[in-house]
Nanobody, 126 residues
Framework: QLQLVESGGGSVQPGGSLRLSCAAS????????MKWFRQAPGKEREGVSC????????YYAESMKGRVTISRDSAENTMYLQLNSLKPEDTGVYYC???????????????????WGKGTLVTVSL
C-alpha cells in the first residue's frame, strides 16, 4: 500500500530550525511531484513547497521564500523540508503529498488530489 510518513516535527523557539522528512514506501517518490502543505490551528491548508518530478525545479510559497528548502534523496526514497528562521505563525501540521503537478493553491478540503501523509506537528513558541 502506497504510504508517506512524515517525521522531524517538534517544538522550537522563534528563529530556530527543523528538518522535516517524508519517507515513501510502495512507490517511487521520483515519479511524482512532491509537495509540502501545512495547516495551522483553525486555518485552511496552505501550500509550502513543491519539487518537480520531471526536472527537479522547486517552488515555494511567498511566505516561506528564503526560509525553506525542499529536496529529495532518490536513493533513500525520501523528501525533505529544511525550515529556518521559524516564526510562531509557522506553527501547524506539515503534510507530505505525492501528486501530479506542482500547484500549491489552497482548495476546498474535498478538492485536494494526490496521496497525503498523516502529518508532523511543528510548534514555534518561546
Amino acid at each position: 500500500q502506497l504510504q508517506l510518513v512524515e517525521s522531524g516535527g517538534g517544538s522550537v523557539q522563534p528563529g530556530g530550525s527543523l528538518r522535516l522528512s517524508c519517507a515513501a514506501s510502495e512507490f517511487i517518490l521520483d515519479h511524482y511531484d512532491m509537495k509540502w502543505f501545512r495547516q495551522a490551528p483553525g486555518k485552511e491548508r496552505e501550500g509550502v513547497s513543491c519539487i518537480s518530478s520531471s526536472n527537479g525545479m522547486t517552488y515555494y510559497a511567498e511566505s516561506m521564500k528564503g526560509r525553506v528548502t525542499i529536496s529529495r534523496d532518490s536513493a533513500e526514497n525520501t523528501m525533505y523540508l529544511q525550515l529556518n528562521s521559524l516564526k510562531p505563525e509557522d506553527t501547524g501540521v506539515y503534510y507530505c503529498v505525492a501528486d501530479v503537478g506542482c500547484s500549491l493553491e489552497t482548495r476546498h478540503d474535498d478538492q485536494y488530489t494526490g496521496y497525503w501523509g498523516k502529518g508532523t506537528l511543528v510548534t514555534v513558541s518561546l
